[in-house]
């Protein structure tokens, strides 16, 4: 089984729809992060979260907010889905900051989001 | 984060060793390289990481110039399964993000 499990993997919804990422973690990490990659632009972080009570804000957080309902699960919500939030969406987790001892980032498998 | 430099794609035979540079010239005394591959769409791989040591694992190996501007990822055999994006990245070692600056990255195509 996967250390880092992304549900849906694929959904395709309408303009204005509610839709929710769930992502949960076996690897015990503390903290979790939601990226979006687009073609061309590489991966850009929308929220990341050091623990269940700490929530932040990464590149481009509009139109998204985040759930860390426990240790290992961190949800991404968007409230009113637009076609511009049309993207490959990644959970990641990581037991410390990825820069401190080389602490790497472990990344689910991806939900391809798809807004009509 | 300093920006890093990357060929778009490189080819490599089968069985021969990959070496991917990446220049990094502003980088800071303080931020490690770190290569990242992904998969044809699938969640980004740790490969490696090094702040000025050469470094050496199960996967592959970096080497860090003595300036620290420029560094080359090395897969000593590359097979077919290698074929990805790979993407070097700066970052410095403390801070309260996880934000990675993935870039463009290079597309290694292993061939036959």
Known sequence: ?116 | DAKTTQPPSMDCAEGRAANLPCNHSTISGNEYVYWYRQIHSQGPQYIIHGLKNNETNEMASLIITEDRKSSTLILPHATLRDTAVYYCIVRVRSGNTGKLIFGQGTTLQVKP
């Open chain 1, 1 to 116: 089984d996967a250390d880092v499990t992304q549900t849906p993997r694929n959904r395709i919804t309408k303009t204005g729809k509610r839709i929710m990422l769930e992502c949960s973690q076996t690897k015990g990490h503390d903290r979790m992060y939601w990226y979006r990659q687009d073609p061309g632009l590489g991966l850009r972080l929308i929220y990341y979260s050091f623990d269940v009570k700490d929530i932040n804000k990464g590149e481009i957080s509009d139109g998204y907010s985040v759930s860390r309902q426990a240790q290992a699960k961190f949800s991404l919500s968007l409230e009113s889905a637009i076609p511009n939030q049309t993207a490959l969406y990644f959970c990641a987790t990581s037991d410390a900051n990825p820069g401190t001892g080389g602490r790497e980032l472990f990344f689910g498998e991806g939900s391809r989001l798809t807004v009509l």
